[in-house]
């Protein structure tokens, strides 16, 4: 099983904890975060994904792209060596974490994207709009009572995002004591520390 992405990619991380959880090998095709990939780097993703993102996951022949898409794809294909205390159950409600979850962490990138490539105010019209809407994911998502309460894909998805933002400065969140005692309690658990993002990139 083979994960092209690169290793500060929030989404591609979400991949990576979830094979950790999960206990499956596989073997991270690395390609240079947007800001600094070479033409071979993006021949790797577009020629693998129409969209041109990572992660894309190559599993027996095919490809799957989007996090969310393969997280369910290796939930449905793990066997019995899961960790016991990772949850994979996945209700509607959670869904709907998920997706809020996930849109925080498309306005994010579209956020951090644009900053790179653009001259644009990121304080002005739809880019204002991507800020308000994560800091109106994250108030709501701290008053959800059952998220953290076990380890599954809304706390793992969260996580990576929430490590993401404080890395690239996209927003603080310390003012959301939920989020942060979440944050704190998985901090040393071993997916999340073996897949953090290196210090340098
Ligand atoms: N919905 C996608 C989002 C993936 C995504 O936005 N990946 C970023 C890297 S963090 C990317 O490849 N961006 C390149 C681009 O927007 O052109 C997923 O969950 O996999």
Not at 38 to 50: F, G, K, M, V, W
Not at 58 to 66: S, T
Not at 165 to 190: E, P, Q, T
């Amino acid at each position: 099983m083979q994960i092209i992405g690169s290793q500060p990619s929030p989404f591609v991380r979400i991949v990576r904890i979830t094979c950790e959880e999960l206990n499956i090998p596989y073997e991270l095709l690395e390609t240079g975060a947007f800001s600094s990939m070479t033409a071979e780097d993006a021949e790797l993703i577009n020629s693998n994904n129409p969209l041109m993102k990572v992660p894309v996951l190559r599993d027996e022949g095919k490809n799957i792209i989007d996090s969310r898409v393969i997280v369910n794809y290796l939930i449905n294909k793990s066997g019995d060596k899961i960790n016991a205390d990772f949850n994979t159950s996945i209700d509607d409600e959670q869904q709907n974490l998920i997706t809020i979850i996930l849109g925080m962490g498309d306005a994010g990138v579209l956020r951090f994207i644009f900053d790179k490539t653009t001259d644009l105010d990121l304080n002005e019209g739809y880019l204002k709009r991507s800020l308000t809407r994560i800091e109106a994911s994250l108030s709501y998502l701290n008053e959800q009572n059952d998220l953290g309460k076990t380890f599954g894909v809304p706390e793992l998805m969260l996580i990576s995002l929430l490590d993401w933002f404080k890395n690239r400065g996209i927003c603080d969140w310390h003012m959301h004591k939920n989020l942060v005692a979440l944050y704190d309690r998985y901090d040393k658990r071993v997916s999340i520390v073996k897949t953090r993002m290196p210090d340098n990139i």
